[in-house]
C-alpha cells in the first residue's frame, strides 16, 4: 500500500472529512480488512456515529438481484442509483421499510368503445368535435352503405344544416363530413348537396375546412350530382371565389377534374366584360387563368378537342386583345401579376403557339418603344 496516501487519509485537512481521524478503519491497516458490499463495518468503529451504508443495485439490474445479494433495499437511499428500469418501487407505510413494485398494483378494467355506444348515448357530436374521437369515427365508420350504423352516423350528422354546417367549418368535424362524401350512395350524396346549398357553397368554399369538404364532393359526386353542384356555384360572386386564397383551391380542383363541358360557363364568364382582368391582376386568380389555358389545350387528339379549341380561341382572343393592359399599363400597381399569364401563353407549345406569335407580332413588337 502507498503510505503516502494512507498518511493523506488520516488528517481531515488534506484528505477525505467524512472518515475517522484515527486513521481509515481505526486500526491503521486497510490490507487486513476484506472488501464487502455491506460497509456495516464502520459501525464498529465506537468513534463514529454515522449510519450504516448500503452498495445498492444498478438501475440496469433486475430486482431480484436483491434477493440474490441479501440486500435490502433503503428506503432513504434506494433512488441514488435510479430505479429499476422493470418496476417502480413504492413505499407501504412511511414507517415500514418495505416496498412493492408499481406492476403488482391491480390494473382498472378498460371498457372497450364501440361505434354502436357512441351512436346510443348520443355522443356522435362530442365525438366528432374532437380531435380524438374524429380519428375513432372515421376510422370505425362503416362503409357498407346497407350497414344500420352507416345510416344512423349519417341520418344524426345532417339531420339539420345548422349542425352540417357547424361540422364542416369545424376544425375537427371536417373530417367527418369528407368521410361521409367518400362513401356516400346516389341518395346520400344528394343530401349532401342540399345541405351545402343551404350552408352556402361559396361560403363554404371561402372557409379552410369546410372547402376541404367541397373539394372532396368534386371528386367523389356522380357526375349528375357534381353538375348541380357546379351549377349552384354559377350562381355567386366568381370574381371573388376565383381571387381568394382559399376558395381557390376549389375551382382549380374543378377545373383539373371535372370535364371541360360541366365548367364552359367560367370560361364564358372570363371573356365576359372586364372578368378576365379582374381575375388576371390577383395573385390568385392569375394561376386559375393559366390553368384553364393548359387544360383546354392539352391532348389535341381527343374526341372533346374540337370543342375545347372553340372555348380556347374565344379565351385566347381575349388575352390578346387585352395584351398591353397586360404587360405595360400600370405594371406594378395593378398589373404585376396579369404578366404572367402573357408569359405562359408564350411559353407554350403545340396549339398555343399561333396565340404566341398573334402576341409577340400584335403586342409586343407594335408597342416595344412604349414598353
Same mark, same amino acid.
Given at each position: 500500500?502507498n ?6 487519509s ?5 484528505? +477525505? ?9 481505526? &486500526? ?16 464498529? /468503529?465506537? &468513534? #463514529?456515529?454515522k449510519?450504516?451504508? !448500503?452498495?445498492?443495485?444498478? +438501475? ?7 434477493a440474490?445479494n /441479501? ?12 430505479t429499476? +428500469?422493470e ?12 416496498? %412493492? ?5 391491480? !390494473?382498472?378494467?378498460?371498457? $372497450?368503445?364501440?361505434l354502436?355506444? %357512441?351512436? %346510443?348515448? $348520443? ?7 374532437? =380531435? ?12 357498407d ?17 345548422? @349542425?352540417?354546417?357547424? @361540422?364542416?367549418?369545424? +376544425?375537427n368535424?371536417?373530417f367527418?363530413?369528407?368521410?361521409l ?12 348537396l342540399q345541405r351545402?346549398?343551404?350552408c352556402?357553397?361559396?361560403d363554404? *368554399? ?5 372547402c ?7 371528386q ?9 353542384l357546379?351549377?349552384? @356555384? ?37 371573356y ?16 386559375l ?5 393548359d =387544360?383546354?389545350? $392539352?391532348?389535341?387528339?381527343?374526341? *372533346?378537342? #374540337?370543342?375545347r ?9 381575349? %388575352? ?5 393592359r ?5 405594371c ?6 396579369? &404578366?404572367y ?5 408564350? !411559353? ?14 400584335? *403586342?409586343? @413588337? ?6
Amino acid at each position: 500500500m502507498n503510505d503516502s496516501w494512507f498518511h493523506r487519509s488520516n488528517g481531515t485537512s488534506s484528505g +477525505s472529512s467524512s472518515i475517522g481521524t484515527q486513521g481509515l478503519f481505526g &486500526n491503521g491497516s486497510f490490507d487486513a480488512m476484506p472488501f464487502n458490499t455491506d460497509f456495516s463495518f464502520f459501525v464498529n /468503529n465506537k &468513534n #463514529n456515529n454515522k449510519p450504516s451504508v !448500503k452498495l445498492l443495485p444498478l +438501475s440496469n439490474r433486475r430486482t431480484s438481484s436483491l434477493a440474490n445479494n /441479501n440486500l435490502t433495499p433503503d428506503s432513504g437511499s434506494f433512488f441514488f442509483n435510479g430505479t429499476s +428500469s422493470e418496476d417502480t418501487f413504492f413505499p407501504l407505510d412511511r414507517g415500514q421499510n418495505a416496498f %412493492v413494485a408499481s406492476s403488482e398494483f391491480a !390494473k382498472p378494467a378498460r371498457t $372497450e368503445i364501440t361505434l354502436q355506444n %357512441v351512436v %346510443v348515448k $348520443e355522443q356522435l357530436i362530442n365525438f366528432a368535435m374532437d =380531435r380524438h374521437g374524429v380519428k375513432f369515427l372515421e376510422i370505425h365508420y362503416p362503409t357498407d352503405a346497407n350497414n344500420d350504423l352507416h345510416r344512423a352516423v349519417f341520418e344524426k350528422l345532417t339531420e339539420s344544416m345548422i @349542425l352540417f354546417g357547424r @361540422l364542416c367549418k369545424n +376544425s375537427n368535424g371536417n373530417f367527418i363530413i369528407q368521410k361521409l362524401v367518400e362513401f356516400a350512395t346516389l341518395d346520400e350524396q344528394k343530401v349532401l348537396l342540399q345541405r351545402m346549398v343551404e350552408c352556402g357553397l361559396a361560403d363554404m *368554399c371561402k372557409d379552410k375546412f369546410a372547402c376541404r369538404v367541397v373539394q372532396i364532393a368534386v371528386q367523389k359526386f356522380d357526375r349528375s350530382v357534381v353538375t348541380d353542384l357546379i351549377k349552384a @356555384l354559377h350562381s355567386s360572386d366568381l370574381v371573388d371565389i376565383c381571387t381568394d386564397q382559399t376558395s381557390i383551391h376549389a375551382m382549380q380542383r374543378i377545373v383539373r377534374h371535372l370535364p371541360v363541358d360541366i365548367w364552359t360557363f367560367f370560361v364564358e364568364f372570363l371573356y365576359s366584360g372586364d372578368n378576365l382582368m379582374a381575375v388576371c391582376r390577383d395573385k390568385y386568380g392569375c394561376r386559375l387563368v393559366q390553368q384553364v389555358i393548359d =387544360r383546354l389545350s $392539352e391532348n389535341s387528339k381527343a374526341p *372533346c378537342f #374540337n370543342a375545347r379549341l372553340q372555348l380556347l380561341h374565344t379565351l385566347m382572343s381575349c %388575352v390578346v386583345r387585352n395584351c398591353y393592359r397586360f404587360v405595360v399599363r400600370n405594371c406594378y400597381r395593378s398589373n404585376e401579376f396579369a &404578366n404572367y399569364v402573357v408569359q405562359y401563353a408564350i !411559353k407554350s407549345s403545340g396549339i398555343m403557339e399561333m396565340y404566341r406569335d398573334m402576341i409577340i407580332d400584335k *403586342c409586343l @413588337l407594335r408597342n416595344l418603344l412604349s414598353m
